[in-house]
């Protein structure tokens, strides 16, 4: 889009983008206020006053940071510049991002809880709904600024709304921001009812969990100004470490809950042999398969093909495998269950191995899923889908299930 979408409210000019913005965080901190009616007021109110604050402020600065050679460039007075022509010329202008401001306000939410003596964990129950709602109602509005654009859509049955989308040349995009919405709206659902008699902090870790495994491959789908570093997309790092940090959250309530000496060291054992015991095989088998199946040589015209390049050739050549595999992991991970007792040190070492593996295989999709001339870039997604969901089951299977 050349200019983005308006809309006049009462003699005041806005964005359709910033108006779903207001319209989103309106109803979340309505949301918020109904949630946490039985919490101390105090409490209540300083988080929702200060997470205002913090969150935006958070969110410019994570932007910032995230573009950190733009702004080391042009310099970092610009953090409340943010009608700035220059800012405006290298499209940064209001740029904030969505991860700072969860930052933010679970930051505001534990300054609110130490003064007014509240527990941080019920105030970050009551908001982990009203998030879910605010980023389900602010998505939608990204059709107002051409973002959150996916790949080209080839077959011209798929050319409607809200599907996909058409840019100035009339090229048409699957429209992600839809997605993602509806996404989000869902998770809010399943917190609204599912989640409603979690407490403890566990209704704030299944929104985390859920948001955080499925944003990961919606912004792989992306083809718009996302944020990244090199290749790396920022929001899906975000993801994974959010992911990563409930992991070992859990796994340290796991470890005292058990108390017996040593289990940190044990488990952690355990986790590198396991980890060991899955990349060793299932390298061989990617090579086993590149040179039988595929008949390809390691080898080229006398010299061995870069080390950084063959480990994501060889995966996404060899994608039915790889996908045979993934699916293997997720079955196993969705129906291996705790048994009464909790969850055994083997089964928490073979779940936060499995997560590691995923993360491998991610990485290894982000490098060459548009680069291989084998994996169709719909089973990319697929397998990054399914990576996915083994992270959030093996997360959810630690942190939630003991």
């Known amino acids: 889009m050349d200019e983005y979408i308006m809309v006049n409210i009462g003699g005041l000019s806005l964005s359709l983008y910033a108006l779903s913005i207001w319209i989103g965080c309106l109803a979340g901190a309505a949301l918020?206020?109904?949630?946490?009616?039985n919490l101390r007021k105090a409490a209540v109110w300083g988080t929702l006053v200060l997470g205002t604050v913090l969150g935006l402020l958070c969110a410019r600065a994570y932007y910032m940071l995230a573009r950190f050679d733009l702004f080391n460039e042009i310099g970092w007075d610009h953090f409340f510049r943010?009608?700035?022509?220059?800012?405006?010329?290298?499209?940064?202008?209001?740029?904030?991002?969505?991860?700072?401001?969860?930052?933010g306000v679970c930051l505001a939410a534990l300054i609110a809880a130490r003064v007014s003596g509240e527990k941080v964990s019920a105030l970050l129950d009551a908001?982990?709904?009203?998030?879910?709602?605010?980023?389900?109602?602010?998505?939608?509005?990204?059709?107002?600024?051409?973002?959150?654009?996916?790949?080209?859509?080839?077959?011209?049955?798929?050319?409607?709304?809200?599907?996909a989308v058409a840019n100035k040349w009339e090229e048409w995009k699957f429209a992600v921001f839809m997605l993602e919405g509806v996404v989000a709206l869902v998770i809010f659902v399943l917190?609204?009812?599912?989640?409603r008699r979690l407490k403890d902090g566990y209704r704030a870790r299944m929104f985390l969990i859920l948001?955080?495994?499925?944003?990961?491959?919606?912004e792989a789908l992306r083809r718009d100004n996302f944020l990244r570093w090199l290749f790396v997309r920022v929001s899906q790092l975000a993801s994974a470490a959010v992911l990563a940090g409930i992991l070992v959250f859990g796994l340290i309530r796991w470890a005292r809950k058990h108390g017996t000496r040593g289990a940190g060291g044990r488990l952690t054992g355990k986790t590198l042999l396991n980890l060991v015991k899955m990349l060793v095989p299932y390298f061989?088998?990617?090579?086993?398969?590149?040179?039988?199946?595929?008949?390809?040589?390691?080898?080229?015209?006398?010299?061995?093909?870069?080390?950084?390049?063959?480990?994501?050739?060889?995966?996404?050549?060899?994608?039915?495998?790889?996908?045979?595999?993934?699916?293997?992991?997720?079955?196993?991970?969705?129906?291996?269950?705790?048994?009464?007792?909790?969850?055994?040190?083997?089964?928490?070492?073979w779940l936060t191995a499995s997560f590691f593996f995923s993360i491998v295989i991610i990485i290894a999709l982000e490098f060459g899923i548009d680069k291989s001339a084998d994996m169709p870039v719909s089973l990319g997604y697929l397998s990054e889908a399914v990576c996915c969901g083994i992270m959030g089951r093996s997360a959810w299977q630690i942190a939630m299930k003991h």
């Open 32 to 37: 918020f206020l109904y949630e946490s009616r």
């Open 82 to 103: 943010a009608e700035d022509e220059e800012l405006k010329y290298w499209g940064a202008a209001n740029g904030a991002a969505f991860w700072g401001a969860v930052g």
């Open 127 to 163: 908001l982990a709904p009203s998030a879910a709602l605010a980023i389900g109602l602010s998505r939608f509005g990204e059709y107002g600024i051409g973002e959150g654009i996916g790949p080209d859509v080839e077959a011209e049955s798929l050319f409607f709304f809200p599907l």
């Open 191 to 195: 917190l609204m009812t599912r989640g």
């Open 211 to 218: 948001y955080s495994s499925c944003q990961i491959v919606l």
């Open 284 to 349: 061989a088998l990617l090579i086993l398969y590149w040179l039988v199946i595929l008949g390809r040589p390691l080898v080229e015209e006398g010299e061995t093909l870069a080390l950084s390049t063959l480990w994501y050739e060889l995966i996404t050549s060899a994608w039915p495998l790889t996908l045979l595999i993934l699916v293997g992991l997720l079955c196993a991970a969705v129906f291996r269950k705790p048994g009464k007792d909790g969850m055994t040190e083997n089964q928490a070492a």
